[in-house]
């Protein structure tokens, strides 16, 4: 099914939501000028992705389109932020383009197992600051020193199942990190090492990790929050006054255990 033949029409249209469209399987390409906020959710028959030439879009959102292959031509030089998740079947990510795409800052790309393995390959965008990823078919553990910008400052990772320490984590972090957060790490024991490098981190979230154990000491004198959510172990040597770490953390203006 051909998705609205006379879009074109709409000149001054300047967002765009499609949601449930099970039965669309592909859409026309794209040429609004005014357009500067595209979502697509839940669209499950899309297998490719059209072409995009959209000079002013600045949002681009692709959620749960689960027969998703592969992008089209993007050409979307003002992109701010770019999310791509729960698209199982996609096989690609336009990697190559994020170095172009000096306009964007927000990048959220997890649950999309099936991408190709060589993503991702070093190549981020020159001005990224905040970074969402997880559950891609190359383990989070399998990445490595990623050279990213130093103006990362946000990093949230997700579902990693292959990591006990995070001293396998450490050449993935960069040192301009202010905020960390950690969810789903099945089989993550420590965090005592691995992450004494980031001088700079303010907020720490560790979120379903129920073998953790222990925390960065030599960072928790500089945290501006810490949230434990999920982590039993954890929770039992911080929460209270009589706790382990209750002297390391009591400082912290904002604590959620």
């Not at 096989?91 to 997890?110: A, C, G, H, Y």
């Amino acid at each position: 099914m051909e998705l609205f033949s006379d879009l074109h029409q709409l000149s001054n249209l300047t967002s765009l939501y499609i949601r449930d469209c099970e039965n669309m399987e592909s859409f026309s390409d794209l040429e609004l000028s005014k357009l500067t906020r595209l979502r697509i959710e839940g669209c499950e028959s899309i297998e490719s992705f059209p072409n995009l030439h959209l000079p002013n879009l600045t949002e681009l959102e692709i959620e749960g389109c689960k027969n998703m292959k592969a992008f089209g031509d993007l050409q979307l030089p003002n992109l701010i932020s770019w999310s791509t998740t729960d698209c199982e079947n996609l096989e690609s990510f336009p990697d190559l383009q994020l170095s172009n795409l000096t306009m964007l800052k927000v990048v959220k790309i997890r649950e999309c197992p099936m991408i190709d393995a060589s993503f991702p390959r070093g190549l981020w965008p020159p001005n990224l600051w905040f970074l969402v990823t997880g559950g891609l078919k190359k383990p989070i553990s399998e990445w490595g020193y990623q050279n990213f910008p130093a103006s990362l400052v946000d990093l949230r990772l997700f579902h990693e199942p292959n990591v006990r320490n995070f001293s396998q984590l450490s050449p993935l972090l960069p040192s301009s990190l202010t905020t960390l957060l950690i969810f789903g790490f099945d089989n993550l024991e420590s965090l005592s090492t691995g992450l004494q490098h980031l001088t700079s981190l303010q907020h720490l979230s560790i979120s379903m990790c129920p073998k953790v154990n222990d925390l960065p000491e030599t960072l928790l004198p500089s945290l501006l929050s810490l949230r434990i959510w999920r982590c039993p172990k954890l929770k039992e040597r911080c929460e209270g006054r009589g706790s382990h770490y209750w002297p390391h953390i009591s400082h912290i203006p904002c604590i959620e255990i």
